[in-house]
């Protein structure tokens, strides 16, 4: 049986094709900085999660944007 590739960092984890890593955080304001890394991104996006939960995606192409409830891409 094949395994996919799963190897540990210095600062996250190679998982398969993606290459996750922590960027930054700051602990007095409670927000974290998380990068993911790919073939194909190499300049990666970051994942930006507030300390209450909120997650803001960025790539080179700027912020990711979610559809709106009831939009066209609700199921």
């Known amino acids: 049986m094949?395994?996919?590739?799963?190897?540990?960092?210095?600062?996250?984890?190679?998982?398969g094709a993606a290459d996750v890593m922590r960027y930054c955080s700051d602990e007095k304001?409670?927000?974290?900085?998380?990068?993911?890394?790919?073939?194909?991104?190499?300049?990666?996006?970051?994942?930006y999660v507030t300390k209450t939960g909120k997650v803001r995606i960025y790539s080179d192409d700027g912020e990711?944007?979610?559809?709106?409830?009831?939009?066209?891409?609700e199921r």
Do not use: C
Not at 8 to 15: A, L, P, R, V
Not at 66 to 72: E, F, L, Q, S
């Open 2 to 15: 094949n395994f996919m590739h799963y190897k540990k960092t210095k600062y996250g984890f190679e998982w």
């Open 29 to 47: 304001e409670g927000w974290v900085i998380l990068g993911i890394e790919t073939p194909k991104h190499k300049d990666g996006v970051q994942i």
């Open 64 to 73: 990711w944007i979610a559809p709106k409830a009831g939009g066209r891409n």
